[in-house]
């Protein structure tokens, strides 16, 4: 059974907070927003779907604003 659509708080704050940092890890980012990670994730994926926040493979997994981080591929 599906959680259903983000908190738009929640996506604020994400925005927000990673508009901050270059990029970080949503547990990170849970923390420093004072959220459950697993709201975290529910957002960025939402936030990723609306083209807004991207993934980052760097040896381990980051989140960052869409363009922010520029990828030796980019």
């Known amino acids: ?3 259903g659509p983000a908190n ?4 604020a704050k994400v925005l927000e907070y990673l508009a901050k940092v270059d990029k970080a ?3 990170d980012v849970a923390v420093a927003i ?3 990670k ?5 957002a960025v ?5 609306e ?3 991207e993934y980052l493979y760097i040896t381990t997994t980051f989140i960052c604003l869409k363009g922010k981080v520029k990828t ?3």
């Open 45 to 49: 994926k939402e936030l990723t779907a």
């Open 38 to 42: 697993s709201d975290v994730d529910d």
């Open 25 to 27: 890890k949503s547990r």
């Open 1 to 3: 059974m599906g959680r």
């Open 72 to 74: 030796p591929n980019s």
């Open 51 to 53: 083209d807004l926040v």
């Open 8 to 11: 738009p708080e929640i996506k």
């Open 34 to 36: 004072g959220e459950k």
